[in-house]
């Protein structure tokens, strides 16, 4: 057999082998949910004729537990495009309303962290900027996780915060606003070129707790890219040169999202139409005071418990919406 011939039998077999493998992870987890909703369908009459409640009751939560997961299968499937099962990049910036923004973006940036925790995906901090009194200004999450993307993209738009203000000696109500921008990670399967001559690579001083922690070499980078503006930074790896990768890396994710965009022509390609960060252009409201209610303005679905979103518990969110728009 020639040395080609080897190659192409090998390269047909591993294809095969992924695709029996990618069938399979849509297969057997429904034919689980199917078995396990026959078991519990053929349960109830005996729980109703011995008129054990707390077994009935048992098997509900059984039938929602499976309704759930089943939904989550529902919506994975629509997630075909050829980013959704990439790591993502996770941006969030504050928007209208000073300090009160700033910190509106450090519980988002909790909320993301336990949202990714929930689904035993991990998050990195790749960059952030510390707010005047409170809160963050910026802050950039790598999220790694099977489809990351895919289900992050519904999170890409503008939120808004309304709640009493722990800022204000006044206990006034305040409205604030951040924005969320999320960017598939492109890795070396996809080839996007970066000249040297086409960046500006400045280097700074990370910032620290203070104290014996304080960063005294300017190990943090940032990269401008001349032809389209494009700046990310990166303070959180140990070495000049390891922050420097990181950014390349993050540049070459936001060079490629740009370009996906441009050739659909319309920014809802990746995620949603940009929009200033202030009043109309919200995509969710999480109102505090003076009742507790999520109310995402896309989809309609709301949710009365605020602190389980703040949480983690966005999922019904982010699944109604790509049933909705995909």
Not at 73 to 82: F, H, I
Not at 154 to 168: K, M, T
Not at 298 to 306: A, L, S
């Amino acid at each position: 057999m020639a040395q080609t011939d080897f190659w192409n039998d090998s390269n047909n077999a591993q294809s095969t082998i992924a695709e029996a493998k990618e069938l399979r992870s849509w297969t057997v987890p429904y034919s689980e949910l199917r078995s396990r909703g026959e078991s519990v369908e053929s349960l109830f009459p005996e729980a109703f004729a011995c008129k054990d409640n707390d077994f009935i009751e048992e098997l509900q939560q059984e039938l929602g537990a499976i309704e759930t997961e089943l939904t989550e299968l529902e919506v994975r499937k629509m997630l075909s495009g050829e980013l959704d099962k990439k790591n993502c990049y996770l941006n969030i910036n504050a928007g209208a309303g000073g300090t009160e923004a700033c910190d509106w973006v450090s519980m988002l940036a909790r909320m993301y962290h336990r949202w990714a925790s929930n689904r035993k995906w991990n998050v990195e901090d790749i960059d952030s900027v510390r707010g005047d009194v409170a809160g963050l200004k910026s802050i950039t999450m790598k999220i790694s996780g099977e489809f990351a993307y895919g289900y992050a993209k519904a999170e890409n738009g503008v939120h808004r915060l309304v709640r009493i203000s722990p800022f204000d000696s006044s206990s006034r109500r305040h409205t604030s606003f951040a924005s969320v921008d999320i960017t598939p990670e492109i890795t070396d399967d996809i080839v996007i070129e970066i000249r040297p001559e086409d960046i500006r690579v400045d280097t700074f001083r990370a910032s620290g707790a203070g104290g014996q922690h304080i960063n005294v070499t300017d190990s943090a980078v940032r990269i401008t890219h001349g032809a389209t503006g494009i700046v990310v930074s990166c303070q959180n790896e140990r070495s000049q040169l390891q922050n420097k990768e990181t950014c390349l890396k993050l540049l070459r994710s936001k060079l490629y999202a740009k370009e996906i965009m441009e050739r659909e022509s319309a920014l809802k390609a990746l995620g949603g139409e940009k929009m200033d960060i202030a009043w109309g252009s919200q995509i969710r409201n999480y109102i505090f005071q003076p009742y507790t209610l999520v109310k995402d303005t896309r989809t309609k679905i709301e949710m009365g418990d605020v602190q389980a979103v703040m949480n983690g518990d966005i999922d019904t969110f982010i699944n109604s919406y790509l049933k909705e728009f995909g």
